[in-house]
């Protein structure tokens, strides 16, 4: 052995005798450190809980395998084909100017090309019940999905939620893989999820994150009764993932990826994703009436501001500000008033406005819930009979066209026609509470036409509401009502049935 190789065995002997030497003189550093300071609560021995946490960590496997086998085949591929918006060529949807001087005869004789686009959706029931985003599908003339295994059915839209971003399809088909739902309340930030879907027109992608935060509001809902509350995480999501599923390591589904943070349109750090806890009530729903039974507190809500607390003289930056109360409403019955704030909805914790309207949004019209304020820094308990958009218990459906308009409807008499001198009309008979006393609706107005179309009779009227109610764009979920009164004086209306 040589002087260089007498070297090195030496200097590694002396390395080791080092790092034991080191690791002893650690080890006892720690247990005088930890019994001189009591770090530990005066334990001399780390907490079982610590010790528990160790544990689990370090048997915590970044395997996403069986997660990935659970979900991927409960995923599928949605393609659609809407018609090209006319409008921005040019074509105009004002009703005042087609009642008065007719509708353009190109518009007529010219049909709207339809264009292609791609998402993703999640089966949910071995019957063929799929959920998806309402973005995917909103104005789509014709829906077809495809499986993991490649197969194409064509899908049937049963019914969506613009207020939440969620639509539901239906195929014919028996015994499909589905995914099983999860808790996204119980998610905590830091944990891995998994999203799943079809980027790029890529089937059957897999992409891991952590949630990187919970109760977002990013403002990418364009309605005024809209519940943000996104699962945002750093799983990447690119367009086509739209509507696809996010699961939790057990494959159990926590989420619908709806959106991502990019200025580039790809994604570039941050998804999000409608919560799984929404989800479940808007599908439930959609299944048994058609229509989400919406419930309302009926409150204004601003967020507590550093600047808020200071005028206010706040003593919590937690919680969800009232500045305005709603007449007739659940929160005025109960007793709420401007400037409380709610801090607690049945015994969850309220943080944010988010989260307020998410809680809320999980519960129906004639549901009972308990609501906990701090007014004048003291927490006062109330309880509160939650109603819907038009201020009752009601359950509202596409069907009942007369308590969402306020409004009962005829026929026009041939005697009406003459003295008009119209050919057809439905007359207005009576106005109540509703959307037509909003809009100053009177009794006697005759309608001629709503959305362009003509009103020969009710069944016509119904069939228009119809279209309306049940469209998955919330900018043909509008009447844009054109008719005449008695005294010959003619009028135009727009009733936002989205509102």
Do not use: C
């Amino acid at each position: 052995m040589n002087v260089s190789q007498k070297t090195k065995v030496l200097g590694f002997f002396a390395l080791v005798v080092a790092v034991s030497v080191a690791s002893s003189i650690t080890t006892s550093y720690i247990s005088n450190k930890t019994s001189d300071s009591n770090l530990f609560q005066g334990n001399n021995s780390i907490p079982a809980s610590y010790a528990a946490f160790s544990r689990a960590s370090s048997a915590m496997e970044t395997d996403f395998t069986v997660a990935a086998e659970l979900s991927v085949h409960a995923v599928v591929h949605v393609k659609t084909k809407t018609p090209v918006d006319m409008r921005q060529y040019g074509y105009s949807d004002d009703p005042f100017f087609e009642f008065f001087f007719g509708k353009p005869q190109q518009r007529q004789q010219q049909e709207a090309p339809l264009q292609e686009g791609s998402g993703s959706g999640v089966i949910i029931s071995k019957d063929g019940y799929i959920v998806t985003n309402n973005h995917v599908i909103e104005r789509s003339k014709e829906i077809e999905v495809t499986l993991n295994n490649n197969k194409t059915y064509k899908a049937k839209l049963v019914g969506a939620d613009p207020n939440t971003d969620i639509a539901l399809l239906k195929i014919e088909a028996e015994n499909l893989p589905v995914i099983l739902f999860g808790n996204s309340d119980s998610l905590k930030v830091g944990e891995w999820v998994l999203a799943v879907g079809n980027p790029f027109n890529l089937t059957s992608t897999v992409t891991a994150g952590i949630v990187s935060a919970k109760a977002r509001n990013i403002n990418i809902i364009n309605s005024k009764m809209k519940i943000e509350s996104f699962i945002q995480t750093d799983a990447a999501v690119n367009p086509g993932n739209s509507g696809g599923a996010l699961v939790n390591t057990r494959g159990e589904l926590v989420g619908i990826n709806t959106a991502i943070a990019s200025q580039t349109g790809t994604y570039s750090g941050y998804a999000f994703a409608v919560p799984v806890s929404i989800v479940q009530k808007v599908v439930s729903d959609i299944r048994q009436y058609g229509i989400v039974q919406r419930a309302m507190l009926g409150v204004e809500l601003g967020e507590i501001t550093d600047k808020l607390a200071k005028e206010k003289n706040l003593k919590t930056m937690e919680g969800a500000y009232v500045e305005n109360v709603y007449k007739n409403t659940a929160a005025e019955a109960a007793g709420i008033k401007a400037g409380d704030i709610i801090v607690d909805v049945n015994g969850v914790s309220i943080k944010s406005r988010n989260q307020l309207q998410e809680q809320i949004g999980r519960y129906s019209p004639g549901d009972k819930v308990s609501i906990v304020v701090i007014r004048d820094n003291k927490q006062l308990k109330m309880n509160a009979e939650l109603k819907n958009r038009l201020g009752s218990t009601d359950v509202v459906n596409s069907e009942n066209k007369a308590l969402v308009l306020g409004a009962e409807f005829k026929d026009i008499s041939s005697k009406t026609k003459s003295q008009i001198q119209i050919d057809y009309g439905v007359e207005v008979v009576s106005v109540d509470k509703g959307k037509f006393q909003a809009a100053g609706i009177k009794p006697g107005f005759i309608i001629v036409k709503i959305n362009n179309q003509a009103i020969r009779n009710t069944e016509d009227l119904d069939a228009v509401y119809e279209e309306a109610a049940n469209s998955t764009d919330q900018f043909n979920k509008v009447l844009n009502i054109a008719g005449v009164y008695p005294n010959g004086r003619m009028a135009v209306y727009a009733i936002n049935l989205e509102n």
